[in-house]
């Protein structure tokens, strides 16, 4: 019967008034009839739960478990990103996965209602990170950081109709690199780039074109179109569609839910269908319409200096300005930029994903005024990497390739062919694991030896240590190859520097 201890307050309250013994009762006839009402309050209160027969077992839709295999996978996707943050200097930084309703609202524009918001506990209303970007923003503010360039690894949450064969989830983990602080213009942003390019070059993941446009020249646009000011960001938002459906149906939006003047939108569209490199840039600063603008004109001089830093960084050629370019989310305030796969498929026997970007980001000079009481803004500019998209990628390739993952690092078994050798083994890996070998044994008083050499080999793990009654005897330990099946008696106390040899030179 469960603990008494475990019972809700009220149910307590009634068993303990169940258990008074009426007047006159015999003791034991009390114990016993008290007894049987304590097990029967039980009873109901468990029979809910077990009668749950159509109950089914799975995650929550939009997540997923990992198999060892897949956190193989994902950590060294992982590694790769964040070595390359950690060699431009950042420094790493946690925030909590849930913050005040309050900090996430009106930041991310049409998409505001995929936050997950958390039930009221009474306290404080609370929602789900969204992203990594405005929780940044809210520690720089809370903090007084004027200035800062950190990564940041974890998990966010969004309420969106998920498609998992494209990576995308309502759980998801984002890899963020920012730099915060007042810089000349472009070189914190050139740097973003060169990250970008360096990731996806070191993940293999075949060609890719980085997009970049500003959402200065994009509002100027806008302005020089005839778009009413108050509809700019409903506009953005239909614009950064383009990369998932035609121009026909993003001007059919804008006209007909969106309420322009169909000739606004055809101007529009004499635009945002452009794509260059620099020399395109030089073209927007000659367009008898835009050159008029103020913000437009600042955002191309942006654009021409951000060039010219990439081409001394050796990826401009990776790099293309397309004006269809507009990240919806509202607190980006000048260059945007977005990374995708030109094509997925490394080898022939591949299949292309339509998988979207991969990385984007941008600059949000404004975000860290909002929660700064007084408005001090810290300019920032970072970046983001789509690790699910890309980890989707990467399990497409070892599918198709059949390729075998070791989900273990260990580096020695420590076996014996004989009974009763189960201490001299917990010695002998002891003395492993205190010089930093990684190591295991079979969780077994008298194992054979024939399976736990097979486990070595199923694995991958590369070298075997043997003890048996003819080694102790003789001072030595047998040190077996698994893939060479080659075995050489080692002496004891020269084991260790042995092993450490071999592991240094494979």
Not at 318 to 335: E, H, I, N, Q
Request: aromatic share 8%; charged share 25%.
């Amino acid at each position: 019967m469960p603990q008494l201890g475990l019972l809700p307050g009220r149910a307590w309250t009634v068993l303990l008034g169940l258990l008074r013994p009426p007047p006159g009762a015999l003791c034991i006839r009390a114990v016993r009839s008290h007894s049987q009402v304590a097990e029967a309050l039980f009873a109901s209160q468990l029979k809910p739960h077990q009668e749950k027969s159509n109950f089914t077992i799975k995650t929550p839709k939009g997540t997923r478990d990992l198999s060892p295999q897949q956190m193989v996978v994902r950590e060294k996707i992982l590694d790769v990103v964040v070595s390359c943050f950690k060699r431009h200097g950042a420094k790493g930084l946690d925030t909590p996965a849930f913050e005040l309703k309050e900090i996430l609202t009106e930041k991310y524009g049409e998409d505001s209602g995929l936050i997950y918001d958390l039930k009221d506990q009474g306290g404080e209303l609370l929602s789900l990170r969204y992203d990594l970007t405005v929780p940044f923003a809210r520690y720089l503010a809370m903090n007084k950081v004027k200035k800062m360039k950190r990564y940041h690894v974890g998990k966010v949450w969004r309420r969106e109709s998920p498609t998992i064969v494209q990576g995308r989830y309502r759980e998801f983990y984002q890899c963020d690199f920012d730099i915060a602080g007042q810089f000349d213009p472009m070189i914190p942003d050139a740097e973003c780039l060169k990250i970008m390019c360096e990731i996806l070059s070191g993940l293999h993941l075949g060609d890719f074109l980085i997009k970049v446009s500003d959402r200065r020249i994009l509002d100027g646009i806008f302005a020089v179109c005839g778009v009413p000011e108050s509809k700019f960001h409903a506009i953005c938002s239909s614009v950064d569609k383009l990369d998932k459906i035609s121009w026909k149906d993003v001007r059919h939006e804008m006209v007909v839910k969106k309420g322009l003047a169909p000739e606004v939108a055809d101007r529009i569209g004499d635009y945002v269908q452009c794509h260059g490199g620099i020399s395109l840039v030089e073209q927007m600063f000659q367009d008898p319409r835009l050159s008029q603008n103020k913000q437009a004109l600042e955002g191309l001089g942006d654009l021409k200096l951000l060039f010219e830093y990439l081409t001394l960084f050796g990826v401009a050629e990776k790099v293309s300005f397309d004006l269809s370019l507009a990240r919806g989310l509202d607190y980006y305030t000048g260059v945007i930029y977005e990374a995708v796969l030109l094509q997925t498929p490394v080898h022939a026997e591949e299949e292309p994903l339509n998988m979207g970007s991969v990385a984007a980001g941008g600059r949000y000079d404004g975000l860290v005024g909002m929660f700064d009481p007084r408005g001090h803004k810290v300019p920032c500019v970072g970046l983001s990497i789509g690790v699910e998209r890309i980890f989707s990628i990467v399990e497409q390739r070892i599918k198709t390739f059949g390729e075998k993952i070791r989900t273990t690092e260990t580096q020695v078994f420590v076996a014996t062919p004989q009974k009763n050798f189960l201490q001299e083994r917990l010695k002998l890996i002891a003395e492993l694991w205190d010089a930093g070998i990684k190591a295991e044994l079979m969780y077994k008083n008298n194992p054979k030896l024939l399976p736990q050499l097979h486990y070595c080999e199923n694995m991958g793990i590369p070298l075997v240590v043997i003890i048996g009654e003819q080694e102790l005897k003789e001072g030595v330990i047998k040190l077996r190859s698994v893939a060479s099946r080659e075995e050489v008696a080692i002496k004891r106390e020269n084991l260790v520097a042995e092993i450490q040899k071999r592991l240094s030179e494979s």
